[in-house]
């Protein structure tokens, strides 16, 4: 079977997407966090409720989970791979994350992630995100 092409235009504006998202998540900018996000998008995230149903589900969700820090802010991509093809696109890798806590205390934390989007009307828009960590039962 033949694999979908890794370096294409649309790929190429995938990955700009996911960087932009990365940075906004980062740099705790709510509204750009979600701005490719389909009103419909289905996310999963690592702290519960872990499912959200609708991109403002989401948004509701942010101070639940968003840490307050004070510097050293991170929130980067690694091993990031972007497949797209037509108007469909994937994409996975991990998120290298943290922070300076209000205490002075350090945290870091990886974690994985999946997205799929569609393009609709000439836009790439996350229609799916899965973010999971795995833990030692």
């Known amino acids: 079977m033949e694999q979908p092409p890794t370096s294409t235009p649309e790929a190429a504006q995938v990955r700009?997407?996911?960087e932009r998202w990365a940075e906004a998540t980062r740099t705790s900018r709510l509204e750009e966090v979600l701005q490719d996000h389909a009103p419909a998008a289905l996310i999963y995230d690592v702290l519960p409720p872990m499912k959200h149903e609708g991109a403002?589900?989401?948004?509701?969700?942010?101070?639940?989970w968003q840490p307050e820090t004070t510097g050293g802010e991170r929130f980067e991509w690694q091993d990031l791979a972007v497949v797209a093809?037509?108007?469909l696109a994937f994409a996975h890798g991990f998120i290298h994350c943290g922070g300076l806590l209000p205490s002075g205390k350090t945290f870091e934390d990886l974690v994985r992630a999946t997205f799929c989007?569609?393009?609709?009307d000439g836009a790439w828009?996350?229609?799916h995100q899965h973010i999971s960590k795995p833990f030692s039962a």
């Open 16 to 18: 700009q997407l996911l």
């Open 56 to 64: 403002e589900a989401y948004r509701r969700s942010w101070g639940d």
């Open 85 to 87: 093809e037509g108007d």
């Open 117 to 120: 989007l569609r393009r609709l």
């Open 125 to 127: 828009q996350v229609v």
